[in-house]
């Protein structure tokens, strides 16, 4: 499993997508472990198992085991708070945002890695799950930190792009399927 494969394996009709991995995937607006544990992270996000194991065994060329599992976490935390906080933000009963969550988040604190790179990480999990209370909260922590705003562009281009290519490869995955059933 490589990321050339993951490219590889873009429809005629994804090029733009196959096109845009090459050119992030060789993006110096971020930290080596920055750009791959954005990729990491996004791709676990996805939760499209190809994208996965393409970007895990690239990530893992370029990532520590501290890197890798602060990846791993930003995903999950987020996993967990994107959905909890995009409900207290959309709900039009404002006295949830009074209350309390009540939901561990101890490695938000302490993610073993940079905590500037959690933050970039977990930003570019949260536009994937689209909750705009933990992009703003995680952009602030960014930018106290003196991150530019091209890094954090950077990394929820990264986003986009591996959200795409999880979509794309699903999709075609449940038209197999379908032809397949249909035979």
């Known amino acids: 499993m490589s990321f050339e494969t993951l490219k590889d394996r873009m429809p005629a009709y994804a090029k733009d997508i196959k096109l845009n991995l090459s050119s ?56 967990m708070n994107n ?44 536009a994937m799950n689209g909750c705009g209370m933990c992009l703003d909260a995680h952009e602030q922590q960014l930018m106290k930190h003196g991150v530019s705003k091209e890094q954090i562009q950077t990394s929820v281009r990264i986003a986009s792009v591996v959200h795409a290519a999880s979509a794309i490869l699903d999709g075609e995955d449940a038209m197999s399927a379908d032809i397949a059933r249909a035979a």
């Open 24 to 79: 992030l995937s060789q993006d110096e607006t971020l930290s080596t472990q920055q750009l791959w544990g954005c990729f990491l992270a996004c791709a676990l996000a996805g939760r499209n198992p190809a994208v996965i194991g393409y970007i895990s065994a690239e990530a893992s060329q370029h990532l520590d085991a501290a890197a890798i599992d602060g990846a791993k976490a930003a995903a999950a935390i987020m996993a």
């Open 83 to 126: 959905i909890y906080y995009r409900f207290v933000h959309l709900s039009s009963n404002k006295e949830y945002q009074t209350m309390p969550a009540k939901l561990r988040m101890n490695v938000i604190a302490n993610p073993g890695v940079d905590k500037v790179d959690f933050e970039l990480w977990s930003l570019a999990v949260s």
